[in-house]
């Protein structure tokens, strides 16, 4: 069974900061992994994804994650926050074409 | 291009009415999903579905029905509402081709049982 657990529900940066928000993640077989991002009374857009190509994957927007099997991890990261990153963040884990599942997410707040 | 439409965007029901949440997608996708989204708990998987006439139970099935007839649409049916299925309601939809599965989401459904 797969399993993600994102650490912190809140984070808070200034604008500027480097962000940092936390996935880790259990699978039993090798995982595939994403990031998705939800603005405020919107879906979710995806962000950014691993699938066993590159361990360091550029998304949109500035952002990026890194797989680290060794610490089963996929942390998101951004050099800069901008104001506009605002938003709740997910991590979700699937082994392959079932459905995805999703961590509780992470709430960003960028302050001026 | 208009990708996973939900309707409606808002509703209030009363406890025990019923009602259909709509979800098509135009990406010709085979696989559509339902899910539902608490503050502080993510997104459950309520129903999913792998192509037409084929539906299986999520993590939260209970109190909900599904029907996928053709490829495009996966209505989610709520017989007796319950404040406990007061939430935002999620369709999305991928496709199983790619290995990756990539799930599009809508723009969701508030719901409110009072």
């Known amino acids: 069974a797969q399993s993600v657990t994102q650490l912190g529900s809140h984070v808070s940066v200034s604008e500027g900061a480097l962000v940092l928000l936390r996935c880790n993640y259990s699978?039993?077989?090798?995982?595939?992994l994403f990031w998705y991002v939800q603005y405020p009374n919107q879906g979710l857009q995806l962000l950014l994804k691993?699938?066993?190509?590159?361990?360091l994957v550029k998304g949109i927007n500035g952002f990026e994650a890194e797989f680290k099997k060794s610490e089963t991890s996929f942390h998101l990261t951004k050099p800069s926050a901008h104001m506009s990153d605002a938003a709740e963040y997910f991590c979700?884990?699937?082994?392959?074409?079932?459905?995805?599942?999703f961590g509780k997410g992470t709430r960003l707040s960028v302050i001026a | 291009n208009a990708g996973v439409t939900q309707t409606p965007k808002f509703r209030i029901l009363k406890i025990g009415q019923s009602m259909t949440l709509q979800c098509t997608q135009d990406?010709?996708?085979?696989?559509m999903y339902w899910y539902r989204q608490d503050p502080g708990m993510g997104l459950k998987l309520i129903y999913y579905?792998?192509?037409?006439?084929?539906?299986d139970k999520g993590e939260v099935p209970n109190g909900y029905n599904v029907s996928r007839s053709t490829t495009e649409d996966f209505p989610l049916r709520l017989e007796l509402a319950a404040p406990s299925q007061t939430s935002v309601y999620f369709c999305?939809?991928?496709?199983?081709?790619?290995?990756?599965?990539?799930?599009?989401f809508g723009a969701g459904t508030r719901l409110s049982v009072l």
């Open positions: 691993y699938t066993s190509a590159a361990t």
């Open positions: 699978s039993s077989v090798p995982p595939y």
């Open positions: 979700a884990v699937t082994p392959g074409n079932t459905p995805l599942v």
């Open positions: 990406m010709n996708h085979n696989y």
């Open positions: 579905s792998v192509g037409a006439g084929i539906t």
């Open positions: 999305a939809s991928s496709t199983p081709g790619l290995v990756e599965n990539i799930q599009y």
